[in-house]
């Protein structure tokens, strides 16, 4: 049997990647194409109670490399329980965020360096690469504005613009290291055209028939 392919959505706060993805899945679904949607941290029980803790507004103590590690553990958990079956059942795997977002808030922003994190990523990681990752390229700026200010409730959220802006600098300087993996979409038009431009860079990558 195939693999299934992994593709990976990822940008700054408030760039649309929920949206995106929901969209997209529509319209596999009404085409027949079999595929999940699953995110990071969580897509599993264990990974979402840490998703919890990581999230959480009350724990502002948490140091920068308490926080990367929890990363890496959630998605060791979330590769072994849910996207490695599927993959191996030849299924499309939708995946809201993966180590491209460590590397770019705990490796670049928070300074944790990228040798760090591809090393504490290292096991989890293995032969679970993604094919394509899809960089919903929007500032935080323009993102925060779009969604009308920062979530109180989520910790990632409430750090600040210049901590996203350091974010975005380093999703632009993974997009310059891997391009032929990450591929950034325009979203300056509407959803619409941002789901139509993801939409043909699958179907141009022969992801999708």
Request: hydrophobic residues 35%; aromatic residues 8%; contains cysteine.
């Amino acid at each position: 049997m195939k693999r299934g392919a992994f593709i990976t959505f990822e940008g700054c706060e408030g760039s649309g990647k929920s949206t995106q993805i929901r969209l997209l899945s529509e319209r596999l679904k009404r085409e027949g194409i079999s595929h999940i949607v699953t995110r990071e941290p969580g897509g599993s029980d264990i990974a979402e109670q840490i998703r919890a803790i990581i999230l959480s507004g009350k724990n502002t103590a948490m140091c920068d490399e308490c926080e990367a590690l929890l990363y890496a553990a959630a998605r060791a958990q979330h590769l072994r329980e849910r996207v490695q079956p599927e993959l191996e059942r030849g299924t499309l795997v939708l995946c809201d965020r993966f180590v491209d977002s460590s590397l770019a808030y705990q490796g670049y922003a928070r300074g944790l360096g990228m040798k760090f994190i591809e090393e504490i990523n290292a096991f989890a990681l293995r032969d679970f690469r993604p094919d394509l990752t899809l960089f919903l390229n929007i500032s935080p700026k323009s993102a925060f504005e779009r969604k009308h200010g920062a979530d109180e409730n989520d910790r990632m959220e409430q750090l600040g613009l210049n901590f996203h802006s350091r974010v975005y600098e380093g999703y632009l300087k993974l997009a310059e290291s891997y391009p032929e993996r990450i591929v950034k979409v325009d979203c300056s038009g509407t959803k619409w055209d941002t789901a139509g431009n993801i939409y043909d860079i699958l179907k141009n990558r022969k992801i999708i028939n």
